[in-house]
Structures are given as C-alpha cells and as structure tokens.
C-alpha cells in the first residue's frame, strides 16, 4: 500500500510541474501536495473538488502513467509520485464533507440527459452557478459508464451512491428509469420550460465485427456483459475479439469468476491499445496475449482468425495465407462502442455526424438551439476525465446561453 505521507515529502514542488501538464484537467497538484503537507486535507479536498467534481473518481480510472505520473519529473531517472494515491486519499476522505459554493438560484430550469460523468459534472456546475437542475436517466441509478461500464474491483459502486447523496444535497433533483427519446422527448422538455437542455448519454451500442457468427447464442458484446456480468454462463474458454480497455474489464471480471477460466485476448496489430496498468494487470491475473489476429468468422466452437502483417508504422500491411481456428466456450466482441439513435430520431433539428455522434461547434452547442453536448455521446468512447473536462467548458457555454435570453 502506498504511504500518501511518504509520497507526499518526495514531490520537489517543481516550478514549472510536468504532472499538471500531463493532466487533461488541469488538477493543482503541486498546490494539492503542499496543502496535505501542511495538515490541511480539507482544503485540498475542496481545491479538488472544485477542479475536478470526480477527482475521487478520476484518482481511481485514470491513465496515469501516460498522465499526470507519467510526466512527473522523477519518473525519467525513477519513479514518479504516486499522484493517484495522494489524489485518492484527499477527495475519498473529502467527498461526503466538502462544501460547494452555489450562488442564490437564479429560477431558470435545466435538463440534464444521462447520469454518466459528463451529466455528473454539468449538473454540479450548473448547480453551483444557481440553476435548477434535473437529471433524466435512462436506468435505475446514476453512474452511467461507471456503474454499467466499469467493474466493481476498478471502482467501488458505493462512490456513486455516494454522489447520489451530494446531488440531491445540492438541490438537484434526479429522475430515474426515464428515457427521453421514448414516452418523453424533447419538445417536451422545451414546452415544460428548461431553458437549455445538455446531452451525455454516452455510446451503449455496441459496434459490430460484421462478419458471419455474431448471431450465435454463445457469442456477446463486452459493453452489455460489463452491465450484469453475472446474468452470463461464459463456459471455461473464454475468446475475447479486441484489446482495448474494455476487453480488459471483461478479462478481469471472468478470470474473478467461481472456477477455472482460460482467457485470451486477441489483437489485430501487434500492440494492445488498453493502459499499461491494466494490461499488465490481465497478464498477472491470468489473460492471454495473441496478436496479429484478425477475425474472419466465429463458429460454434470459437473464432476463426488469420494472420495479419504489420508494419513498422503500426498498421496492417498485409495477412497470411490459412486460418487459425480457436476453441471457445464464449466468445466476446470488443471493439467500440457506438451511441443510440433515440434522441436524433425524436428531435426535429439535432444532427449526428456520419458515425452517429453529435454534431457540436466548440462551445459544445448542438445544431439544435439550445441543447448543448459533451462527453463520449460528442467525442466517441474517451476517458473519464476528457468528458469531465470538456464538460466543464460546455457548462459556460449553457450559462452563457441561457443569460443571451433574457
């Protein structure tokens, strides 16, 4: 276990701090360091939260090796801080109790569309400008990608239930089990008065192979199996097409089933586009590596592959002659994810971009006046802190918006 105390006396409180610059959001991390040094967790915790609404959540999923460690300037003869320990440490034990600052409310409504970390972060700050928020998701309970997305082992369920409490402590109100796009859409929303309307509803389809098999009962999409990976019966041999952070998630949940589990992740370069971390992790817990694998069929008994060449720019010059069968119990499709079409097909006016995102210009306003967008639902599956970045930057521009009105 990481001594934060420790960790902490070793940052050189550099002038020009590398971390930050490696940081997509921003974080004080210097400032952060020498707060908890100076005994006051407090204000840290503030100074996070006020940067970063899930700081505490960011400190546990990020990438920090090609992050904020990554940059630190020990790490080039050594080993950097352990900023995610420190930052972890500070907003987990800062979370239930630090103070938000929200200005008198200001009587203008806003919708937020989809519980996930970019609807997280713009109800916060649109709260704390003082507008009435209500948040609209489509399940049970918030979280979005970090309850559906994420295993459990990665990110602890009870963090978001936590973030629940400080919502509605806020004032901001949260409908669950509600799709806007079905018996609500909209115009409805528009006609009940919220003046500005943001989208992040994430990407849940799950893309396809399109290739022959992607039918068969034993085959599955990792998006929909990381949802409720207990509702699936994978067998002892488990394949998984793609070697992203998603297949290993669905790596790691199965090797932590009841029993003996044989799991291969197959890859069609010759490098895994996951977080070093989490590959590193799946070997240790058991994953199997095979590269170079492009899949061409799957079967009843497992996927059909050939060998492919790559070049040394990376991308694939070429393939071998012959299959390569693999035997499987299960196998499952890993390669992205892509958004729904509801909210498009029941919104005169809202345009998607071929692949299906939402059309915004870089205020993050869509081509629907007044509904704003952000996160993976704009920019494809991306990182926890990207959508919380750019989340915040969209919510000055609903504020903006909104104060044009009147």
């Keep these: 276990m990481i001594h934060v105390i420790e960790e902490a006396e070793?940052?050189?409180?550099?002038?020009?701090?590398m971390c930050m610059t490696g940081c997509p959001i921003s974080t004080q991390i210097p400032?952060?360091?020498?707060?908890?040094?100076?005994?006051?967790?407090r204000q840290a915790g503030k100074?996070?939260?006020?940067?970063?609404?899930?700081?505490?959540?960011?400190?546990?999923?990020?990438?920090?090796?090609?992050?904020?460690?990554?940059?630190?300037?020990?790490?080039?003869k050594g080993q950097g801080i352990h900023i995610s320990s420190i930052e972890n440490y500070i907003s987990e034990t800062c979370l239930d109790t630090v103070e938000i600052d929200c200005a008198p409310d200001n009587g203008n409504m806003i919708a937020v569309i989809g519980a996930g970390p970019a609807g997280i972060t713009i109800a916060i700050e649109m709260r704390k400008m003082g507008y009435d928020v209500t948040i609209f998701d489509s399940r049970d309970r918030i979280g979005g990608v970090?309850?559906?997305?994420?295993?459990?082992?990665?990110?602890?369920?009870?963090?978001?239930?936590?973030?629940?409490?400080?919502?509605?402590?806020?004032?901001?109100?949260?409908?669950?089990?509600?799709?806007?796009?079905g018996a609500l859409v909209i115009d409805d929303l528009l006609r009940d008065g919220y003046k500005a309307i943001f989208i992040g509803t994430g990407v849940w389809r799950p893309k396809k192979l399109s290739i022959p098999g992607e039918s068969l009962g034993n085959v599955h999409f990792a998006i929909d199996f990381l949802v409720n990976p207990q509702a699936y019966n994978v067998g002892q041999r488990v394949a998984i097409i793609g070697a992203g952070n998603t297949a290993m998630d669905v790596a790691r949940t199965i090797?932590?089933?009841?029993?003996?589990?044989?799991?291969?992740?197959?890859?069609?370069?010759?490098?895994?586009?996951?977080?070093?971390?989490?590959?590193?992790?799946?070997?240790?817990?058991?994953?199997?590596?095979?590269?170079?694998?492009?899949?061409?069929?799957?079967?009843?008994?497992?996927?059909?592959?050939?060998?492919?060449?790559?070049?040394?720019?990376?991308?694939?010059?070429?393939e071998e002659e012959g299959e390569v069968p693999f035997r499987a119990d299960t196998?499952?499709?890993?390669?992205?994810?892509?958004?729904?079409?509801?909210?498009?097909?029941?919104?005169?006016?809202?345009?998607?971009?071929?692949?299906?995102?939402?059309?915004?210009?870089?205020?993050?306003?869509?081509?629907?006046?007044?509904?704003?967008?952000?996160?993976?639902?704009?920019?494809?599956?991306?990182?926890?802190?990207?959508?919380?970045?750019?989340?915040?930057?969209?919510?000055?521009s609903m504020d903006e918006y909104v104060r044009s009105l009147s």
């Design 10 to 17: 070793r940052c050189l409180q550099c002038k020009k701090p």
């Design 31 to 41: 400032t952060m360091i020498r707060l908890l040094r100076e005994n006051q967790v």
């Design 47 to 76: 100074l996070l939260f006020d940067n970063n609404p899930l700081s505490v959540v960011c400190s546990l999923v990020c990438d920090h090796q090609r992050q904020c460690e990554g940059h630190c300037v020990l790490a080039r």
């Design 146 to 181: 970090l309850r559906y997305g994420i295993p459990e082992f990665r990110l602890p369920k009870s963090l978001l239930d936590r973030y629940k409490a400080k919502l509605m402590n806020m004032g901001i109100r949260i409908r669950p089990n509600t799709t806007i796009g």
């Design 255 to 318: 090797l932590r089933f009841p029993g003996y589990h044989e799991v291969t992740i197959f890859a069609r370069r010759n490098v895994s586009e996951a977080s070093s971390d989490e590959i590193e992790y799946a070997m240790l817990e058991g994953a199997r590596f095979e590269y170079c694998m492009r899949p061409v069929r799957i079967e009843r008994d497992g996927p059909v592959f050939v060998r492919t060449i790559v070049g040394p720019d990376g991308n694939i010059t070429g």
């Design 331 to 396: 196998t499952f499709i890993a390669i992205s994810q892509g958004p729904k079409s509801k909210l498009v097909d029941t919104t005169e006016g809202l345009k998607p971009s071929k692949n299906g995102l939402l059309l915004t210009d870089e205020k993050g306003e869509t081509t629907h006046p007044g509904i704003f967008a952000a996160g993976d639902v704009v920019l494809g599956a991306r990182t926890v802190v990207e959508a919380t970045a750019y989340a915040k930057k969209v919510a000055r």
